[in-house]
């Protein structure tokens, strides 16, 4: 999803015009909109620390919101496994093992393959280096339409598919990380307290993308950190 950079309304945020450009990242139910392609510190970044999310604060469009879980209140990595997001993205279902780290079992591979999209735009630009973490050969353009290779992941029973990229996170002020290697995607779910790099914060279920694991889901996300929002429809 995209935005100006500087922030709007809730409800009045663009989708991006391609599925492989990242979009604007945000941090957990907030409307400030991070630049991914910024590098060094910045400012603005909230504390946040929410056990439940406000439908009022909804970024996405008009019609649209965030992928969610079970419902918008604190959820079990059990619960998990029955959420829209896994039932939509897994080729097999399964119980998200561990809501603190990545494991093998709570990834997927099945019905995912890594690469470049040929949307319109990823193929009509010159593919360079990503910013900060000079991964080879992974992105086109710069600022909001900065767009990435990612992993498509597909049903080979309708042809049905979705492309996400990888524009990595902005993790906090100083550290915007995994560029052109990961895709963070943020749900509308919180999760309970817990450590991220050694602090208590309160986090969030979100699944990604990598080059390594294909699909993966995962509650160990700070809300603090700004990622990329893909909007569902109503």
């Known amino acids: 999803m995209n935005d100006t ?27 400030r909109a991070f630049n991914p392609t910024t590098t060094g510190q910045i400012s603005g970044m909230a504390g946040v620390s929410q056990s439940s999310w406000s439908t009022a604060q909804e970024i996405c469009p008009t019609g649209y919101r965030h992928p969610g879980m079970i419902g918008t209140a604190i959820v079990s990595r059990a619960d998990a496994a029955n959420s829209e997001v896994i039932q939509s993205i897994y080729a097999t279902t399964r119980d998200v093992v561990d809501d603190t780290t990545w494991g093998s079992q709570n990834s997927n591979s099945d019905n995912a393959i890594r690469g470049y999209y040929a949307d319109g735009w990823f193929d009509r630009h010159t593919i360079g ?7 080879a050969n992974t992105k086109v353009g710069s600022g909001s339409t900065v767009a990435y290779m990612g992993v498509l992941v597909f049903n080979k029973y309708n042809n049905a598919s979705m492309f996400m990229p990888f524009p990595g996170e ?45 699909v993966g889901m995962s509650g160990h996300s700070a809300q603090t950190s700004a990622q990329s929002v893909r909007c569902v429809k109503n």
């Not at 963070?184 to 699944?207: E, K």
Request: charged share 10%; aromatic share 12%; hydrophobic share 35%.
């Open 129 to 135: 280096a990503a910013v900060v973490t000079n991964a």
């Open 5 to 31: 950079g500087a922030g709007r309304a809730f409800n009045a945020a663009k989708l991006t015009d391609y599925p492989s450009q990242a979009g604007y990242l945000f941090q957990f139910n907030q409307s």
């Open 170 to 214: 902005r993790a906090n002020s100083t550290l915007q990380q995994y560029i052109g290697s990961i895709g963070y995607l943020s749900t509308r779910t919180p999760n309970a307290q817990g450590s991220v790099d050694g602090t208590q914060v309160m986090r969030r279920w979100n699944f990604s993308v990598a080059t390594h694991y294909g």
